[in-house]
């Protein structure tokens, strides 16, 4: 028998599920792409859903996702399992493509009606990975990506802050030789460490 705190995360995943708030402003019309668990020890917050994510409803279901699971050193299998890791992005649904390229920021208006809630109902999150830019400014403020990023110690153990792992970050991870030294281990390690406790 599902426990009470599965039963409102059920209700409210498909409140997420249904919400249309946005429906004006998102090019390709509502799809909420999200994963959430009452059980989940990692959370993974990134940007908003891509055209794949939005096609499938499966998150970071794209290069940008396969280049993450290689950061982390896990496999698709436990990417998706849902038991174990948790996906809460800024903004659940794709925002559309900005006239120069690249996708818009996400909507505004999803974050305050739905992240709350749930991460309210997800107590087991012990590692959470700020993936990008808008993640990193809305858990711990303004600041430059990188220098977000080389500060990764800062925030140990509970937060470990990235870039995004799209293909413009190719160059970057080349002008930034420490993140495959020092981060990239110390995130296989928590990731590892949480997971095996899962």
Not at 151 to 164: C, E, K, M, T
Request: glycine letters at 8%; proline letters at 11%.
């Amino acid at each position: 028998m599902a426990s009470s705190a599965e039963e409102r995360l059920a209700r409210l995943g498909d409140e997420v599920r249904a919400c249309r708030a946005c429906e004006a402003h998102l090019p390709l019309g509502p799809r909420p792409v999200f994963r959430a668990s009452v059980t989940a020890r990692l959370l993974i917050v990134g940007q908003a859903p891509g055209t794949k994510a939005h096609e499938t409803g499966i998150p970071w279901n794209d290069p940008s996702g396969e280049r993450l699971r290689r950061w982390m050193a896990i496999d698709r299998d436990v990417f998706y399992d849902e038991s174990r890791i948790a996906i809460l992005p800024m903004g659940f649904c794709y925002p559309g493509r900005l006239p120069k390229g690249g996708d818009r920021p996400p909507r505004p208006e999803c974050a305050p009606l739905w992240r709350s809630r749930l991460l309210a109902l997800m107590p087991a999150i012990r590692l959470t990975l700020l993936v990008g830019t808008y993640a990193q400014a809305d858990a711990l403020g303004p600041g430059p990506m990188t220098e977000r990023v080389r500060a990764f110690r800062d925030h140990l153990p509970g937060v470990i802050p990235l870039p995004h792992p799209s293909w413009r970050t190719t160059g970057w991870e080349r002008r930034n030789p420490w993140f495959e030294a020092e981060l990239l281990p110390e995130l296989r390690a928590c990731v590892a460490g949480v997971l095996r406790d899962a």
